[in-house]
């Protein structure tokens, strides 16, 4: 079991940010990454949507034989990380978290910007967060926001300007740190750091890596002799794929 690669989806591209923290951590590690390019975005679907399409993401790598499935998809954890546990004891799932808890520790006397998909911020996950750690924080629903990073169109007037219009109400405000919560939004940071210069953009991802890590610690499933390494599937077809490795090794 040692020697199985680890699963990883997504609903396209954004999760690669997660699999670039992952590589980095374990490694030693062979993981196997699929981003549903074909179905994106998965946040404004309806949730049984995302738990079809997200049964369907972990039967492949569970196929594949992965050992363990990490959900690189803050939507589809929110929608469907309880039941896929349910429905597939063979195997340790570990679901994304919006970074609200290191968030909050950031703050002092402003706001928090928490950035999402609608389906995360609508989810009961989301909401349990924002009642321990929501103090201070404004959740910002971010429809349309995935897709520029899915057309890699990461730069340039119109991801700008989406943002400029999302941030505009809290030019005047204090902001004491920014919430990535979707994976997507991680390849963004140059431009929102522009925008917000000096402000602390939190995201989960290394927090996620880091409990994937401790659930093959308990396992005993950890690979500590190697080779590492990843391949890459995608439901759009084989430009997604060379997209999805363009990203994975950019610095």
């Known amino acids: 079991m040692n020697a199985a690669p680890v699963g990883m989806f997504d609903s396209g591209l954004g999760g690669i940010s997660v699999l670039r923290e992952a590589v980095k951590m374990l490694p030693r590690e062979k993981f196997i990454f699929f981003g549903d390019t074909a179905n994106a975005p ?30 690189a998809c803050n939507t589809a954890t929110s929608a469907a990380a309880a039941d896929l546990r349910l429905e597939y004891a063979q195997a340790p799932i570990i679901g994304m978290e919006p970074a ?20 995360t911020i609508a989810g009961e996950k ?42 505009a109400p809290y ?20 431009v929102l750091s522009r925008m917000l210069p000096g402000v602390p953009l ?3 991802n290394e927090g996620t890596v880091r409990q994937l890590k401790n659930r093959l610690m308990e396992k005993g499933w950890l690979n500590e002799s190697g080779p590492g390494g990843t391949e890459l599937y995608s439901s759009g077809g084989e430009q997604a794929v060379m997209t999805m490795a363009r990203l994975l090794s950019a610095e």
């Open 202 to 204: 939190v995201d989960g």
């Open 42 to 71: 998965y946040g404004t679907k309806p949730r049984e949507e995302v738990l079809r399409l997200s049964r369907r993401a972990v039967d492949f790598l569970l196929e594949k034989g992965c050992k363990a499935i990490l959900i």
């Open 126 to 167: 989301y909401a349990h967060l924002m009642e321990r750690f929501g103090e201070g924080v404004i959740s910002l629903p971010c429809p349309g926001l995935m897709e520029f990073v899915e057309r890699m169109e990461m730069e340039g007037p119109a991801v700008e300007n989406y943002l400029r219009a999302l941030l």
């Open 171 to 190: 030019k005047d405000a204090r902001v004491d740190a920014v919430v990535l919560g979707c994976t997507h939004y991680v390849f963004l940071r140059p």
């Open 100 to 119: 609200l808890k290191p968030a909050s520790l950031l703050r002092r006397e402003g706001i928090v910007l928490s950035l999402a998909t609608p389906g």
